[in-house]
């Protein structure tokens, strides 16, 4: 087993290809899509305001506006994606507030938008025309400094990107059946599950290898606190095994490299998106999102989630490392049975 | 002889099952994983936010402050402890348990001017990451209790603030369509990103050829090499057809999107294939090897998207980034189809962008004639 693993390093770390895919793009899309998520907030179009919403909106921290000329123009700006979604204030008695709020879906950006203008209508409700009251006050509000703006967009991708480069690994199992190696070693007193797991944990030395060092990127460069090391590193582990499985079944079902390959980019894509890696569940159905959860890809997340988001405790994130366990051995049985029937099969 | 080539290579792809799977099963599950993600949009999930520590009167006049949607629903809890409880157990999507012994005056103003922040004096705002919308919704509900106290400590100038409290009223108006927004966006913007490669598989499959002798037997034939040369470019182009029509098929028949105008549809399709067709050729015709090409079409692939923007929600690039991806057919590609599909705007709209699309597969193909019939030439 030990022999299975050094030869399959050493053929992972002269791949060039696994080289950038596991670290040089992951790390340039973290860079990109969290500088375009973490950006200032898409603006709020504001049509007709009143000089002190706007105020309130143009001194307020995290919230962007964008004066429109006309209604026409802010429906126009909402349905090209300029602004996230506008408000129209509308004439209303003494210091009484009201307004039209226009959208194009209920996003999560477009509900945040909502909660920030309700809020400062509120206020302005709330202060009527003792605005120089609220002014003081809101000198003496301390505000703090909000969270990394890369905080989803690193997990996600080191996410995706384990599913990657790990399941792209495949291909070097289909080369190692095709040069003849599996078929010399079962013929060696080597126990299926060792050759198995011997591939297994070649790729898993990958994939770990490759998270901590995005990890390590990720705090460094990003500013992004992972949370309890010992939760991260369990949500590694038992994802980088799922991971591995799965490749070897990729691998033993492959008949070339290149499929293993296209597969295995499939694969990893379409368990992302189920996941929440390439946009937030909370954009989907609540069905839709239950469904995701058949992807270990999925509960990694919800447990980054909990971890940097809520900073949970180890306690707190058992349910999605037990979960993730499961899938860590119910694949790993998956892969040694698929690889004995296929590569010991006299068919 | 152009046709009878492109009919082989098709042939040839139909067996090859990398291809099967990078132009026509990838597409298929990835349209019906977009239109099941989005078909139905988020908007009528229902949210459900507990309140502790909040007197009756004060909640019905926080949640009339907030403004909320009809699908949220707010219940009364008896402590903070068990706020805590019903949202870690999933019974809740978010929380707010009022503390009113910590309040302070400057402190009521935190919820409203900084919802998200993770220390609020005098309100325990309990969030779950996993629900983006629970934890927005609680944060209103704080919002308005917090302006609900607010207005209570504000010295009134008026005697008449006093007696006839000002209101807050709301109205929500939809624009555009709705809930099938990011469907209608996503679908056309993953298959441009699968034409590109589509169009690297099929161009590895020449430096296949080449290094399986097969090529210097075509060319032995009495065929010229920009007979070759066109025939396996028409193959790769009607199989970026079928990949754009699969996943058009799939999300309009199946999940309801829209695409917009079909005739503009159809022109923006031959538009971005013959375009990305092009530079995935060009690109993977410097590849040496098939795996080096492989290797271009994913990274390449995948840059365009990013910097085109096919990934990412319509109109999250900042301004800048909006003129960078033009020089990208991903960029093009996406003015196009969303003025078809998110401004509703007919055919004649995408004139230019088809245009530029045209000039960039011609400019492009034209690269990869040249250093493609060098590969073949005998």
Sequence with gaps: MIAVIWVNLRRAMGDRRLLIIGTLVPVVIILITGLLEGSPKEPIGLYHPSARLLHLAQTTDGIKVRIESSKTDLTDDILRGRVVAGIEQLPAPGNSVKANFLVESSTTDAVQARTDAVALMDLMAAEG???????????????????????????????????????????????????????????????????????MASMMVTAVTMAIGLIFVGYVLFRVHWGDPLSVFLVILFLGISVAALAVIIGTWSRSQEQAIATAVIVAIIAGMLGGCVYQLSAVSTTVKNVGHIVPQAWAMDAFVKLISDHASFGQTLPEIGALAVFAVVLSVLAVWYYSRKVFSTT | MIRVIAWNELHRRLRDRSVLIGCLAAPLLMAAVLGLSFAGGASATPVHIGVSGASPQMLTAALDASQLPKNVTVTTLPSQQSVKNAVASGTLDGGVAVLPSQLRLHTLLIPIVDPGATHTPGFDVVTKGTSPL????????????????????????????????????????????????????????????????????????????????????????????????????????????????????????????????????????????????????????????????????????????????????????PDAFQVIALGTPNGWALVGFGRLDQLGEPASSIIGPFVILLIIAVVAGGLAMTRVRRMVEP
Aim: charged residues 10%.
């Design chain 1, 129 to 199: 025309s003792n605005t120089k009251f609220t002014d003081a006050t809101l000198r003496a509000t301390p505000v703090e400094a909000p969270l990394s703006p890369f905080w989803y967009v690193a997990p996600a991708n080191l996410v995706l990107f384990m599913g990657i480069a790990v399941l792209v690994l495949s291909a070097g199992m289909v080369e190692t059946r095709r040069l003849g190696v599996l078929q010399r070693l079962s013929a060696a007193p080597v126990r299926k599950r060792a050759i198995v797991f011997g591939q």
């Design chain 2, 134 to 317: 629970g934890e927005e919704y609680a944060e209103s509900v704080a919002a308005g209790i917090s302006s609900v106290m607010y207005a209570s400590r504000v010295p009134h100038m008026e005697a008449t603030e006093a007696a006839d409290p000002a209101t807050v009223a709301v109205n929500s108006e939809e624009v555009g369509h709705g809930g099938k927004v990011n469907l209608n966006f996503f679908a056309p913007n993953i298959a441009v990103v699968f034409l590109f490669i589509g169009s690297g598989l099929g161009m590895r499959s020449l430096l296949m050829e080449r290094s399986a002798g097969t090529l210097a037997r075509i060319t032995a034939a009495p065929v010229r090499p920009t007979q070759i040369v066109l025939g396996k470019l028409l193959a790769i182009f009607l199989t970026g057809m079928a990949t754009i029509f699969v996943i058009w098929a799939v999300t309009t028949y199946g999940f309801g999107a829209d695409w917009g105008n079909l005739l503009g549809v159809l022109l923006m399709a031959i538009g971005a294939t013959a375009a990305m067709c092009g530079i995935g050729v060009f690109l993977t015709s410097l590849a040496k090897t098939e795996q080096q090409a492989f290797g271009i079409t994913l990274l390449v692939g995948l840059f365009l998207a990013l910097v085109g923007g096919n990934l990412l929600p319509s109109g999250s690039l």
